[in-house]
């Protein structure tokens, strides 16, 4: 199972949108609704941002929307805060029965 | 619910990784659950190794379900990790994580992990 595919880097200014995208395949993203997004400081856990595509943990700020479309995810951030500096993940539930992580993408807040 | 992964810092090449998951808030036979293991290799991303569900029941990641076996300790409230065989490319931080059992999948809490070096 290969990795998902994301930018490396993604960066914005305060106050500003940015998207991270996540291409899998059909066997993965584009074949269920169970992709999810992860945040990731530096020395810490991940954690959990997104489920199912699009819906969001109690206690994760609603500037942090996902969507989909074919076999491509996409997470946005609105509204960018210094905070938000960090490391995202996406992750999809595959045809295996098993879950298969992104490559990863450095948001930097300039 | 908090998870709390334990283990040895140190692994010989050729040898068993063996890490345990401690949970508390709530109990690992609980049927709300699965019980997962992720690392991450230093600077590299993530990679999903297995979870286990209460009554023993587990699904592997293909690329390491050779190696790999996950065993639940409901006396204990803790599940375990076994990979053998280990080589530096398993060197890796270890996280405890659970997902949901039903109508979803994704991690939802995750233990803060645990750093395993394989080295001679």
């Known amino acids: 199972q290969s990795a998902l595919t994301q930018p490396a880097s993604v960066s914005g200014s305060p106050g500003q949108s940015i998207t991270i995208s996540c291409t899998g395949t059909?066997?993965?993203?584009?074949?269920?609704?169970?992709v999810s997004w992860y945040q990731q400081h530096p020395g810490k856990a991940p954690k959990l941002m997104i489920y199912?595509?699009?819906n969001r943990p109690s206690g994760v700020s609603n500037r942090f929307s996902g969507s989909k479309s074919g076999n491509t995810a996409s997470l946005t951030i609105s509204g960018l805060q210094a905070e938000d500096e960090a490391d995202y993940y996406c992750s999809s539930y595959t045809s295996s029965s098993s879950y298969v992580f992104g490559t990863g993408t450095k948001v930097t807040v300039l | 619910l908090q998870l709390q992964e334990s283990g040895p810092g140190l692994v010989k090449p050729s040898e068993t990784l063996s890490l345990t998951c401690t949970v508390s808030?709530?109990?690992?036979?609980?049927?709300?659950?699965?019980w997962g293991w992720i690392r991450q290799p230093p600077g590299k991303d993530l990679e999903w190794i297995g979870s286990i569900y209460y009554d023993g029941s587990t699904y592997y990641n293909p690329s390491l379900k050779s190696r790999v076996t996950m065993s639940v300790e409901t006396s204990k409230n803790h599940f375990s990790l076994k990979l053998t065989s280990v080589t530096a490319a398993d060197t890796a931080v270890y996280y405890c994580?659970?997902?949901?059992?039903?109508?979803?999948?994704?991690?939802?809490?995750w233990g803060q992990g645990t750093l395993v070096t394989v080295s001679s």
């Open positions: 059909s066997s993965d993203v584009g074949g269920y609704n169970y």
């Open positions: 199912d595509v699009s």
């Open positions: 808030g709530g109990s690992i036979s609980s049927s709300s659950f699965y």
């Open positions: 994580a659970t997902e949901p059992s039903g109508g979803s999948y994704r991690l939802d809490y």
